[in-house]
DNA sequence: GCATCGGGTTGATTTAGGTCAAGGCTCGCG
DNA sequence: CGCGAGCCTTGACCTAAATCAACCCGATGC
C-alpha cells in the first residue's frame, strides 16, 4: 500500500523566505510573479498554547499553513464528546477554499505561528495559476489518505494498538523532518497532552494514561518526564501497532 | 456547520450521456474539446455484487466513476479485522491521480457499472485542463469532509447513535437524488448488508442487528424484510444520530 | 511557606459492546 | 420435496475500556 504520491514534490525554488506556504505546502511549482502576487496579501499571526484560532461555524477569511508549532482540528458533539478530526504539523495548510465558515475548531495546542492569506485572493490566484490548485488537490489527498488510515485506528483498533500508532506517526513526522534516528533507536517528544491524545484516539484519558504506562514496562518505550519518549526498538513498536501497511507516513 | 460548498457546482452542460463523469463528477464546467479528448479513453466495466474490484496494493492503471449500484473501500488488518474508509454511491470518484497502486480494497456491493479512463490520458487531461482539476480538488474536499464526519461517529459514538447515523446518512443521499420524502416520513432501502454495515461503523454484524431491532422497538423506525426501512419521524432518527451539526450532507 | 491549579497516574467498579453459540427465514438447487 | 448456503436475529456470557475517585508532582502566585 503506497501513502505517498509517485513523484514526491521537490522544493527547489531558492529564494523562499520561512513561510511554508511558498517553499512547501502550495507553491512548490510556482513562478516568481505568482509568488509575488502571493507574497502582497501574506501576513503571520502568533498564537499561545491552549488558544483556539476558530471556533466551528465562526467566519473564517483566511487560508494559511503553520509555520512551526501544533494546532489541532476538533469536532464537538452538543453533550461535549469531542474528536480530534485533524493534526497539523509545521507545513500544513489550514481552510478550505470555496467556504466562508469553519467546519470544525482550530485549536493551538503548542505555541503557534501562521502564515495567512486573505482567502479571496487566495481563490482568485488559485483560478489563475492550476499549479496551486494541482498542489493543494496533492495535498488534499494526502489528508486523505491520513484520514482513512485514521479511520482503520479508530475503529478497529485496541486501545494498545491506537497509543503505539499514535506514537509511531508522531515519531515518524519528526523524523522526516529531523532526522534523529540512530539505527532502530528513535527519540520524540510528545506535542499533546494526554487529553488531547485521548481526543485524537477516541478513548479517555486515563486509558491513554494506562496504555502509556503498560508500553512502558514491556519495554516498548522508556519514558523521561512526561512527554519525552525513546523507542529502544522502532519495529516493535510498529508491531504493538498493529498496522497492515507501511503505517502510513503521512500524519 | 457548513457541509456544502458555498457555490454549489451548476451541472448545465446538457450533451451529457450517461456517464457521470462527465455530467457530474469531474467535467462540470468543461468545454466540449475537453470532452472529446476525455470521450476517447472512455470505457465502461461491469462488476457483480460481492465481486472485488482491486484488491489493495494491486496496480491500477484506471480511474473512473460509479455510474449505477455501490462500491466500498476497505482496509483489512493481519489479523483479518476490517474497516470501510469510502463508500462510494452513484456519481462518486475512484482512483487517485499520480498513484500506481490501489491503497485500498474496492469492493463492489452490489452489481455495479463503472466509468473508467486510462489513468495516463486522464492525468494529461487534467494538466491540460484546470477545470478538472479544479473539479477534482472540491470532490476531494468534499470526501475529506465526509471522512472526518466518519471519525467522529467511529470515534465518539455509541452503537446506537452509529446505527442511527448511517441510516440518516444513506437516507440524505438517497433522497437528494430521488426526492422520495413527504414531510418528514421518508423510505430507504439499505443497500449494504449487515456485515457491511458493521464494517462501514466499526461495530460487530450482531451489535449492528441487536441495535436495528432495538430502533425498530422504539418506533425510529419500520422495517420491512431485511433492509426495507421507513422512517416515520426523520427529525427523531437525527436525534438518535447525535449530531451536532446538520450531519453532513455529504456521505 | 503554603495554597492552588493543570497535567498526570493509579485503583475499584461498572458497562457497552464483543464473543460464542443456537436457531430462523428465504432462496436456489438436486 | 428436502437440503444447504447466506443472511439475519437473539441469547448467555465475557472483557476492554469507561467511569468515578483518590492522589502525585511541579509550577506559579501570594
Redesign the pocket.
Known amino acids: 500500500m503506497q501513502k505517498t504520491s509517485a513523484a514526491p514534490v521537490k522544493f527547489t525554488h531558492v529564494q523562499c523566505g520561512d513561510c511554508p506556504i511558498r517553499h512547501r505546502a502550495v507553491c512548490a511549482r510556482c513562478e516568481t510573479d505568482e509568488l509575488v502576487r502571493l507574497e502582497e496579501t501574506k501576513y503571520y499571526r502568533s498564537f499561545e498554547?491552549?488558544q483556539t484560532i476558530v471556533w466551528s461555524g465562526d467566519r473564517m477569511d483566511f487560508v494559511g499553513s503553520v509555520v512551526t508549532g501544533i494546532a489541532t482540528l476538533t469536532q464537538t458533539m452538543e453533550d461535549g464528546r469531542r474528536q480530534m478530526v485533524g493534526l497539523l504539523l509545521p507545513s500544513d495548510f489550514v481552510g478550505r477554499p470555496g467556504r466562508e465558515t469553519a467546519a470544525y475548531d482550530v485549536v493551538a495546542t503548542t505555541d503557534l505561528v501562521m502564515c495567512c492569506f486573505r482567502k479571496k485572493p487566495f481563490e482568485e490566484l488559485m483560478v489563475q495559476t492550476p499549479h496551486v490548485g494541482q498542489r493543494l488537490l496533492e495535498m488534499t489527498l494526502d489528508e486523505l489518505d491520513a484520514a482513512r488510515e485514521w479511520m482503520l485506528l479508530l475503529g478497529r483498533?485496541?486501545?494498545?494498538?491506537?497509543i503505539a500508532s499514535l506514537i509511531a506517526i508522531i515519531a515518524r513526522r519528526d523524523a522526516s523532518l529531523k532526522m534523529q534516528k540512530s539505527e532502530g533507536r528513535v527519540i520524540v517528544d510528545?506535542p499533546?497532552?494526554?487529553?488531547?491524545?485521548?481526543e485524537y484516539l477516541?478513548?479517555?484519558?486515563?486509558?491513554?494514561?494506562?496504555?502509556?504506562?503498560a508500553l512502558r514496562k514491556d519495554g516498548i518505550i522508556e519514558?523521561e518526564g512526561?512527554?519525552h519518549i525513546t523507542i529502544p526498538d522502532f519495529d516493535r513498536l510498529i508491531e504493538e501497532a498493529g498496522d497492515d501497511s507501511d503505517g502510513g507516513f503521512l500524519v
Open positions: 498554547a491552549g483498533k485496541t486501545a494498545r494498538e491506537k510528545l499533546l497532552t494526554r487529553e488531547a491524545m485521548s477516541g478513548l479517555t484519558l486515563e486509558t491513554v494514561s494506562r496504555q502509556i504506562s519514558i512526561k512527554r
